[in-house]
């Protein structure tokens, strides 16, 4: 094991950014319009009011594809870990 310095610790250091670090948001590429291609809350606020009784009684379908969906899934992983738990 070879020992490090403290000038050479300093060194490396030194050449780290600090915590109160940043940037503005032109410096970091692509950022601003990944934030522009972002929805906007009167987008969600439109989709949400455009909500109306005859589209609401998809949801509990879609509760019950969801939770099948996530009840298969987790079935299948507890079987794998139970498969390599006892297979050895």
């Known amino acids: 094991m070879n020992p490090i310095s403290v000038s050479s610790l300093n ?3 030194g050449g780290k950014a600090d915590a109160g670090h940043n940037h503005v948001i032109a ?5 601003q319009a990944g934030l522009d ?3 906007t809350v009167t987008y969600v606020n439109t989709q949400l009011s455009s909500l109306n009784a005859s589209n609401v009684t998809t949801l509990p379908t879609l509760h ?3 939770f099948t969906t996530m009840y ?5 992983l507890i079987f794998r870990l139970s ?6």
């Open 72 to 76: 298969t899934a987790f079935n299948n």
């Open 37 to 39: 291609a972002k929805a």
């Open 27 to 31: 410096d970091v590429t692509g950022l």
């Open 11 to 13: 060194t490396s250091l």
């Open 64 to 66: 019950t594809i969801f």
């Open 83 to 88: 498969k390599r738990l006892y297979s050895g």
